[in-house]
């Protein structure tokens, strides 16, 4: 059923927290309700780069609450920036909700992201009912529901668990957070667990997934919850189901990124040929590590593609881009949608965040994981072992991964015959995941069930 115009009065508001990882799915979900007829408000709060925001998301209306919040100031703990971050995003949410209601058009939902429980109660308070959006995987957010509930306790005593649905996980499975170690991880902690806080309360509850990928711990998950439903991947349609015109890129990057200079040197190489690495918004190299890295990419027999930000640039080793020009490019950031399914890339060696690895699934890219902490140790552990995409790298015992094991990975996927294997199984992933969120399937059911209710309701 398309829903079209009959539903273009009901309006929603979602608030993603303001990260990229978390940013992206939630942008594109609600692009995806506006191409189902509903008006959508994505709240940021806060920017530095809005105007060219604007342009690239024209089908829904972005507003920015506050420009205070755009990162932890030095010295600000996590507690104390998340804490900023609340009362800050509430005052602001409170206020444009209040401006919409005098409008034609005030907002019945508030799709919240499940970092952010208390919009929940300011929801509830402001008359709204609140969705809470997963950005995280099925099986991360049932890991963390266990903890949550004190079936287990941190730290972790046992080397491995064992829960519903799920394959055997040893700590270094689980999300790095769960072994909490100083205060800042335990300030993580309970911002991961306190998803959790108000969990009965939503009526619905999206996960950015589909059922194929993570069936057993979904079907887990939803004896605990019924409406808990996936409509993932979150991928924008040109590569998947191809419904919206010209949506090839997520249109909001905290970044800037130079996609001409990436695509015309990919143009310039052979089928399969590159590696792509990327380790996502967030994650930072130390510096032995990173040398080890570009040591790697050096010996490997492959072109490399490196994403490195701009504030990790001077952990590169000295002369690096110019000795390696011939073989590598080296980037601040790409739209890496466009990077990942670009026929010269071979494979993706990454952090494992959970938007990057939907993403390689969904364009048949098999990965190299190489995880740093959060979910992307638990994310990791399925792409090699339950979906078999790829390797994960090990590490020596002090956390390093040497370049003679970043060398051996990517030979493995690039020439060896298990990268074959995973070829042909991130292919059969990635037609999966299209059939999840083409017309009829799962994700996208989940989708039209999703609206029917607004529909019903704004009756
Ligand atoms: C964070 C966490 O680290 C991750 O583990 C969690 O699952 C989500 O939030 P991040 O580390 O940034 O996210 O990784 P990821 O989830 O992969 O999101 C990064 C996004 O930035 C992806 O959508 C990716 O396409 C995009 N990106 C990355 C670019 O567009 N260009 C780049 O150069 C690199």
Request: glycine letters at 6%; hydrophobic letters at 40%.
């Amino acid at each position: 059923m398309e829903s079209g115009k009959r539903v273009s009065e009901t309006h929603i508001m979602v608030l993603p927290f303001h990260a990229q990882g978390h940013i992206n799915p939630m942008l594109q979900f609600s692009k995806r309700l506006a191409s189902k007829g509903i008006k959508v408000t994505l709240v940021i709060a806060a920017t530095s780069n809005s105007q060219s925001m604007h342009a690239q998301t024209s089908s829904i209306n972005i507003e920015i609450i506050s420009e205070e919040l755009d990162r932890r100031q030095q010295e600000e703990s996590i507690e104390d920036y998340l804490e900023r971050f609340r009362i800050l995003a509430s005052q602001g949410l409170t206020a444009l909700l209040e401006k919409h209601n005098r409008s034609n058009h005030p907002a019945k939902i508030l799709i919240y992201d499940s970092v952010l429980p208390w919009a929940q109660d300011l929801a509830e308070h402001l008359g709204l009912d609140g969705v809470p959006f997963f950005t995280q995987s099925c099986a991360v957010s049932a890991i963390y529901y266990h903890f949550y509930q004190g079936v287990f306790n941190t730290p972790l005593e046992e080397s491995t668990v064992s829960m519903p649905s799920m394959p055997l996980l040893r700590v270094d499975d689980l999300p790095s957070f769960i072994n909490v170690k100083s205060p800042v991880d335990s300030a993580l902690l309970n911002l991961v667990l306190s998803q959790f806080s108000n969990f009965k309360k939503g009526k619905w509850i999206l996960c950015n997934t589909f059922d194929k990928l993570e069936d057993q711990v979904m079907k887990w998950m939803a004896s605990q919850r019924p409406l808990i439903k996936t409509i993932g991947p979150t991928v924008p349609s040109m590569y998947l189901d191809k419904r919206l015109e010209d949506d090839k890129d997520y249109g909001l990057s905290l970044f800037q990124q130079n996609v001409d200079t990436c695509i015309t040197w990919l143009d310039t190489k052979g089928i399969g040929s590159v590696v792509y690495v990327s380790f996502g918004s967030l994650a930072s190299l130390g510096e032995e590590q990173m040398e080890e890295l570009a040591w790697g990419l050096k010996r490997s027999n492959s072109h490399f593609m490196w994403v490195v930000r701009e504030l990790e640039k001077k952990k590169l080793p000295d002369n690096f881009i110019e000795e390696t020009s011939e073989k590598g490019l080296v980037v601040s950031w790409c739209c890496q949608l466009e990077v990942l399914a670009h026929k010269a890339v071979g494979c993706f060696m990454t952090h494992c965040g959970w938007n990057s690895t939907l993403e390689a699934l969904s364009l048949g890219v098999p990965m190299i994981a190489m995880p740093r902490f959060s979910d992307q140790t638990t994310n990791a552990k399925f792409v090699e072992d339950v979906w078999q995409v790829g390797v994960r790298v090990k590490a020596d015992e002090k956390g390093i991964v040497k370049r003679e094991e970043i060398e051996l990975c990517i030979s493995e996927i690039m020439e060896g015959e298990r990268g074959h294997e995973m070829k042909r199984n991130a292919a059969r992933w990635k037609e999966l995941a299209k059939e999840a969120v083409n017309e009829g399937g799962s994700s996208d059911k989940n989708l039209e069930e999703f609206v029917a209710e607004l529909l019903c309701s704004s009756d």
